[in-house]
């Protein structure tokens, strides 16, 4: 019998089944809203104004999702503990914090150095000081980590290739940069070096490793995936936008959200930080990379 692990579970299940159909609306009505605006070529960068049609950047998270469903991931379960007030508290306060980063990042215009104090502060000074005050006991440790099973290690290498090749290659590629070829070898990869810890890596710490799952044992697997996609693609409005505030929020939705559920779900599935790092990392190195071949 598959073990069944405590993030399938949901203790608000009407609060999680609201979230998930209203996010699932909000995604749809993005996506119709550019339509029958003529809106469907978003933006997938910051560092220029190149648009893709929207349905370039589904397929590939869609594959990898699908894949990710037909490769069960053998997890062995952590023992199901019961819920200390501790979790629910730090949940309520980070996605206070996501929220702030998105609405601060979009009221400050998205420029330097606000975007890198921003993010410093509410995606790790803070929730670093939360974890201080607010302790981790075992119970709360039982409930956030898994005892890996072996071949969990390697059920991800499936999606995150398909998703890689989809994105990166054929009739769907994503345009490579020429950033590389305008600066000196030190000055790019200090760049992706600095881009990588900024972005990649802290980003999916918080919104993954750290909001995501105490939401999931809150209000279930796929309500937190859909909460925590929606708000990591709101802060992008700040960077990405163009001054049309329903257009930008549509566009981050129906790009960074939709690729955030393949991130969310490859977290949720395996609970390995590779696979998301991977994934996150190429979307801000891969076209300048390929840029240099």
């Known amino acids: 019998m598959r ?3 405590w993030r399938s579970s949901s203790h608000h299940p009407t609060l999680g089944l609201g979230i998930l159909v209203a996010g699932l609306a909000l995604i749809a009505g993005a996506a119709l809203w550019l339509a029958l605006n003529g809106n469907t070529g978003i933006r997938y ?19 990898g999702l699908v894949l990710i469903r037909l490769l069960p991931p053998k997890t062995t379960p952590a023992g199901a503990v019961p819920a200390r007030g501790g979790l629910h508290l730090q949940a309520v306060l980070l996605l206070v914090s996501a929220t702030l980063f ?10 330097e150095p606000a975007h890198t104090l921003l993010k410093f502060i509410l995606l790790l000074a803070v929730p670093a000081l939360l974890f201080l005050l607010s302790g981790r006991d075992s119970a709360d440790r039982s409930q956030i980590h898994e005892r890996p099973a072996a071949w969990r290690h390697y059920g991800p290498i499936a999606p995150v290739t398909a ?11 994503v345009p490579s940069s020429d950033y590389a070829a305008s600066v000196d070898l030190v ?26 799952t105490r939401w999931e044992h809150i209000i279930g697997r796929w309500p937190a995936i859909i909460l925590t996609s929606l708000l990591w693609a709101a802060w992008h409005v700040g960077i ?3 001054g049309h505030l329903p257009t930008d929020l549509s566009s981050a939705i129906v790009n960074q959200g939709v690729q955030g559920l393949f991130l969310g779900y490859l977290w949720s599935r395996y609970r390995l930080m590779w696979p998301i790092l991977v994934v996150h990392g190429a979307m ?4 300048i990379l390929l840029g240099m071949l």
């Open 3 to 5: 073990n069944r692990v």
């Open 45 to 63: 960068s910051a560092d220029h104004t190149d648009t893709a049609p929207m349905w370039h950047r589904w397929i590939p998270a869609l594959a």
């Open 102 to 111: 998105a609405a601060g990042l979009w009221l400050s215009g998205g420029g």
């Open 163 to 173: 998703w890689l090749a989809l994105t990166y290659t054929g009739p769907l590629a």
């Open 187 to 212: 000055t790019l990869v200090l760049t992706i070096v600095v881009v990588f810890s900024v972005n990649s890596l802290l980003e999916e710490v918080f919104y993954r490793r750290w909001l995501q």
């Open 240 to 242: 990405q936008g163009t």
């Open 284 to 287: 801000n190195a891969a076209p």
